[in-house]
């Protein structure tokens, strides 16, 4: 390990936590920090929000309560086992015919109300 990166590492996770600090006592006592520009935007997002979401970036996103990162967690929480395969799809339906000539049991006869050409009670269009 290089003796001169372990300066640079703690400067540069020192970077935000500083901005961040600059930018709170910013918006706390000069009410127009609080107010938004037409290049910028809202300004309490550049002087908070921007340098606390780059202080959690160079936390590795760490959440809070100790949660340990999924590379760092212990290969027995996977899941044991084959991997999951496609189950293979059952042929193809067969062809029923509904009222496609013949007048099976379940359709409606002659006799029946509303019982068109095709022999179902199907409302025409209108």
Do not use: C
């Not at 290049?39 to 340990?68: D, E, Q, R």
């Not at 990162?69 to 339906?93: D, E, T, W, Y």
């Not at 099976?104 to 109300?113: E, F, R």
């Amino acid at each position: 390990m290089n003796p001169s990166a372990a300066p640079a590492a703690s400067s540069l996770r020192d970077v935000p936590r500083y901005l961040l600090a600059i930018g709170a006592m910013l918006v706390l006592l000069l009410p127009a920090a609080r107010g938004s520009s037409e290049w910028l935007g809202w300004w309490p997002m550049w002087l908070l929000a921007m340098p606390a979401t780059a202080l959690w970036a160079v936390h590795g996103f760490a959440l809070p309560g100790g949660s340990a990162p999924v590379a760092a967690r212990p290969l027995s929480a996977r899941r044991r086992g084959p991997q999951a395969r496609r189950r293979v799809r059952p042929g193809p339906r067969p062809a029923w015919s509904k009222g496609a000539g013949s007048k099976g049991a379940g359709s409606k006869g002659a006799g029946s109300k509303g019982a068109g050409p095709q022999g179902g009670g199907s409302k025409a269009l209108a």
